[in-house]
């Protein structure tokens, strides 16, 4: 979550303050966060995308999600042009084992889902 703060800091020239990077790290305490980079062709595509986590046949719902408009990639101009999206979301750590195998499902509103899978004993 601080790599999105640094990048909208620096849209504005300056760098994240502390008390900011402080905020952020006490809000994702006890939370496993994904950060998605979505690729498609209008500035919205990604607005209503949601991601759930699976656990021990259990689905754990984000406590925090935040789906970004998409903006231009690559060069310009591209006809037609890239557009990609950073989507987070945060699940509630407590209640996963962090030696856990889990999947994260990535379910797109207009059909379809993909699923990727993460070994947390792995990631450390």
């Not at 800091?9 to 790290?25: D, M, N, Q, V, Y």
């Not at 919205?44 to 949601?50: I, L, P, S, Y």
Request: proline residues 10%; contains cysteine.
């Amino acid at each position: 979550m601080i790599a999105p703060a640094s990048r909208d800091a620096a849209k504005e020239s300056r760098k994240p303050r502390p008390e900011e990077i402080k905020t952020i790290l006490d809000e994702a305490d006890n939370r496993l966060g994904f950060t998605l980079i979505l690729s498609g062709s209008t500035h919205e595509f990604a607005r209503n995308f949601h991601a759930v986590l699976h656990y021990d046949d259990i689905y754990v719902q984000p406590v925090r999600k935040h789906n970004a408009p998409a903006t231009p990639y690559g060069w310009q101009p591209v006809a037609p042009p890239i557009l990609r999206a950073f989507c987070s979301y945060e699940f509630p750590f407590d209640k996963i084992d962090p030696n856990a195998e889990v999947s994260l499902i990535i379910i797109n509103p207009q059909g379809g889902e993909a699923e990727l899978f993460f070994d947390l004993s792995r990631m450390r």
